[in-house]
C-alpha cells in the first residue's frame, strides 16, 4: 500500500555475527573432518600416494622375508644413494607430467650435461678445448647463447639467466672447479630445456615426438663430448660424495629439526592467522597431529641413520646421507614453487585445461617453456647423481632405462600422467619403490636379475591402471 514501509528482512544470523560472514568461510575443520575429507578424495578418483606407500610396504615385507639384510642399518643406508639420482630426475618430470606431457630426453641430456661437467675438470676448464673437436665448445657457446635468448622472448627469466651464467662460468675458466661445474651442467641443461619448450610450446610438435628425437640425438652428442673416452669422478671427492657420502650427526639433527620444526611452525601460524581472520582454517589439533607424525618420522630416520651402520669396525658410517637430503630439499622447494606461486597456480591450471587457461589469460606457452626449462635442470642435476653412483661419466650415461625409471617413480608416487594433478613428493616416494625392487633382488643372488624389470614393469602397470580409473571415476562423478 501506498505510504507503507516494507517490513525489515528477517535473518538467520546469529547475535554479533558480522554481516559479510559465510559459515564456509568460517568452517574450522578439525580431525574427523579431514578423515571424512580425504575417504571423500579416495571415493572420487583420487588416492594420492597411497598406493605408492602401499606397494612400498609390500615390497619391504617380501623382501625381508627374502633376506634378513634387506632391514639392516646398512642395507636401508645405501638405498638414498642407489635410487637418488632416480628422485631428482622425477622430481623435473612432475612439473611436465603436470602438463600432460612427457620429456623422454631427460635422461640422455643429463648425460650431456654430466659429461661437459666432467670434460671441464679433466681438461681444466672446458673452454682449453675439447679433445678430438675443439669446434664443438663454441658450438655449445653458441647454443646456449641463443637459448637465452630465445627465453627471453618468450618471457621466461630464471631459465635464461641461468643459461647466460653458465657461459659465464666456462668463459672464465671457472668450470675448472667441482661447484661451478656442476652448476654450469644445470645451465647447459636449462638451454635444452628451453629448445624442448620451443619446439612443443611455439612449434607445435608432440613432445613425445620431440624428446624421442633428442633423447637419440643427445647419446651420439655425448661420444663427441667425451672423446669416446669415460671419465671417472672418484678423484674430485665433492663430486663422488653425492651419492656416497653423509652429513655430520650434528649436522643431521640440525637438518631434521630444520625441516621439520619448519613446517610445524609454518602449519600452526597458518593455522591462527587463518582462524583470527575468520577464514577456513585446520583446527590446532589437526595441525599438531600432522606435524607431529612429520617430527616423529624425522627423529626415528635420523636416530637409526645417526648409528654406525658400517661393517667394517675400522671405519664408522653415520648420519643422513646427502644423497636422502638433497632431493628432500628440492622437493620443499619444488613444493612451494608449485602451491605457494601464481606460476604453480598456473601450471596446474594448463594442465587441468589448456584452452580454458588460455581463455583464463594464462600465458600457455610460457608456462610450458618454465616447464620444460625446470623438466631438463632437474634432468642435468640427476646426470652429476648418476656419475657419482656409478663413480664416472660413462658412454651412455642417462640411456637405457634410466628415463623410464625416472617416469615410473613419478606415476607411481601418484603423479597422474594426463595432467592436473601430482606433487613433488610424487617423485621421492616412487623413487624409493623403484630402487628398493634392484635392491631386494640384488640381495638374493639366487634370483635372476631379469626379475626386475618384471615386477618394476608390474608396479608401474598397476600405477598407471589405478591412475586410469580414478580419472575415469573422478569424471563420471
Known sequence: MTGQTAPPPTSDRAPGERPSSFSLDIEERGIKDAVRGYVGKLRSGDPGAVPAILGLVVLAAIFSQVSGRFLSSNNIGNLPGQGGYIAIIALGLVFVLLLGEIDLSAGTAGGICAGAAAQALNQHGLR???????????????????????????????????????????????????????????????????????????????SFIVTLALFLAWQGVLLFLLNSQPIGVNGFPAWFGLAHDNLTPFWSWVFTIVVTGGYLIYTVLKSVRAKARGLAHDALPLVLLRAGLLVVVGVV?????????????????????????????????????????????????????????????????????????????????????????????????????????????????????????????????????????????????????????????????????????????????
Open 128 to 206: 682449453e678445448g675439447i679433445p678430438g673437436t675443439s669446434a664443438l665448445y663454441w658450438i655449445l657457446i653458441v647454443f646456449m647463447v641463443a637459448m637465452a635468448a630465445l627465453g627471453f622472448y618468450l618471457r621466461s627469466i630464471t631459465g635464461p639467466v641461468l643459461v647466460l651464467i653458465g657461459v659465464l662460468l666456462t668463459l672464465t675458466g671457472l668450470d675448472q672447479h667441482v661447484v661451478p661445474a656442476i652448476v654450469f651442467a644445470v645451465c647447459v641443461g636449462c638451454s635444452i630445456g628451453i629448445l624442448n619448450g620451443f619446439l612443443v610450446a611455439v612449434v607445435g610438435i608432440p
Open 301 to 477: 630416520v635420523t636416530l637409526l641413520a645417526n648409528r654406525n651402520r658400517n661393517t667394517n669396525p675400522f671405519k664408522v658410517i653415520n648420519g643422513l646421507p646427502w644423497a636422502l637430503v638433497i632431493p628432500i630439499i628440492l622437493m620443499i622447494i619444488c613444493t612451494i614453487a608449485i602451491s605457494k606461486t601464481t606460476w604453480g597456480r598456473h601450471l596446474f591450471a594448463t594442465g587441468g585445461s589448456t584452452e580454458a587457461a588460455r581463455r583464463a589469460g594464462i600465458d600457455v606457452r610460457h608456462i610450458r617453456v618454465t616447464a620444460f626449462t625446470i623438466c631438463t635442470a632437474f634432468g642435468a642435476l640427476g646426470g652429476v647423481f648418476l656419475a657419482s653412483t656409478t663413480g664416472g661419466v660413462q658412454l651412455d650415461l642417462g640411456s637405457g632405462n634410466i628415463l623410464l625409471f625416472a617416469v615410473a617413480a613419478a606415476v607411481i608416487g601418484g603423479t597422474s600422467l594426463f595432467g592436473g594433478r601430482g606433487k613433488p613428493r610424487d617423485a621421492i616416494i616412487g623413487a624409493l619403490v623403484i630402487v628398493i625392487i634392484p635392491n631386494g633382488i640384488g640381495l638374493r643372488p639366487s634370483l635372476p636379475a631379469s626379475y626386475q624389470n618384471i615386477i618394476t614393469g608390474a608396479v608401474l602397470l598397476i600405477a598407471a591402471g589405478v591412475d586410469a580409473l580414478s580419472r575415469r571415476r573422478s569424471m563420471q562423478r
